[in-house]
């Protein structure tokens, strides 16, 4: 009865050793074949580094990137103008054709960076650009729009917004102030001195009788 007992006590001590060899064998091979794939032990090291070059970058640097980016804005915006001055565009409700294009270049913008407490965004930037729209007034039906060919001409300063997110500059928004409004008048564009209606708010229909009897009960406009 005691032989029986060693021999398995001896079994399962070999059991074991060849468990722990056939583990230590398969962590050794995850190792190689990550290694082989272009991985690495250290990589957590490799993206703590990654991220100090991207802090290490000057305001120089960034603006330099920013403006890169803004020119491909600028050449995407000259070739979609270029072939799309007819498209109608909706914007629910209403229909409408619009088209713009940016009489400078990227040397001539102007940009506001700043720097933030924000981890995740510790950089923004407004970029300014002279822009001239072009875009007719707001329709309820698409065939209206498509006929209109009465375009109206904004000349003003568009504002680019972006943040700094993970290393990349992200556009989050766009801002076009006009500044005077033209219309052509036999063949000569002429500034508008009438007030147009052209905004979706400035358009939108007038409550009826009931909505005025009720803002009169109510007092709320």
Known sequence: MDNVQEIVSVGIKRSTFAVLVLALGLMSSCATVKGWRGGSADEPTVVQAENALETTATPAEMEAELLRLVKRHIEENEADSSNNQGRVIRKKPYYFKEYSNYPGTVKDAKVELTETESRTSPFVADVKLDKVRHATRLHRRREEARADDGFLRDTGVETLSYELRNGRWTRVGSFFLAETTEEKVNGDWVVVQR????????????PGWFGKAWSRVSGKK
């Open 195 to 206: 007030v147009i209606e052209r905004t979706v708010v400035a358009e939108e229909p007038q």
